[in-house]
């Protein structure tokens, strides 16, 4: 019993990554195909940054019935995956730093700005499909919250790899003394 609460952390980081594997595997790349395209950009969030062009140019290469699946997809499961991101992201922090629960705020900032860039996108998507008609301050905001949240995301993985590298020096140290 005292080694499975030792470990609690490790296991717990290692479950939350298969269930974002699970998820990623059986949820996402399902209800993403209804909206792809043989040519261009998967998904505006994919990207690093994108222009009212790029917006246009990935709105319009697709049919009325894609567009809708991709909304339906803003909607529902990428905030799931958002979630399931931050719980496999933070429980890997958790782990490798212990008590310093602080570090958290990156990828809980990371899922606010995933969810506020599928909002904006949300909107564009009814402005195009009402009206055609795209906002270049619209577009611009989102692109740069996407940045931001891509940016996060290297934070998060700058975090990870040096929590293992520390862990590593730790199990090292440990076993020549």
Same mark, same amino acid.
């Given at each position: 019993m005292h080694n499975l609460k030792k470990f609690k952390y490790l296991y717990f980081s290692l479950g939350s990554t298969l269930l974002m594997a699970f998820y990623f595997r059986l949820f996402l790349g399902d209800y993403s195909k209804c909206f792809s395209?043989?040519?261009?950009?998967?998904? @505006?969030? @994919? *990207?690093?940054?994108?222009t009212v062009e790029i917006v246009k140019e990935f709105f319009e290469s697709r049919t009325l019935e894609q567009l809708v699946?991709?909304?339906?997809?803003l909607q529902i499961w990428d905030p799931i995956f958002a979630i399931i991101y931050t719980l496999m992201y933070s429980s890997w922090i958790i782990y490798l730093f212990k008590n310093k629960y602080y570090f958290l705020v990156v990828p809980v900032l990371a899922m606010i700005a995933d969810w506020v860039e599928n909002y904006?996108? /949300?909107v564009m998507l009814e402005n195009f499909i009402d009206s055609d008609i795209l906002s270049p301050t619209?577009?611009?905001?989102?692109?740069?919250?996407? *940045? /931001?949240?891509? /940016? /996060?995301?290297?934070l998060i993985y700058l975090l990870i790899i040096i929590g293992i590298v520390k862990a590593?020096? @730790?199990?090292?140290?440990?076993?020549?003394?």
């Open positions: 395209v043989e040519v261009g950009i998967k998904s @505006l969030g @994919l *990207t690093f940054h994108y699946c991709y909304r339906e997809f904006i996108e /949300l619209l577009v611009s905001f989102g692109s740069g919250i996407n *940045t /931001l949240r891509w /940016l /996060l995301f290297s590593i020096k @730790l199990f090292y140290v440990k076993k020549h003394n």
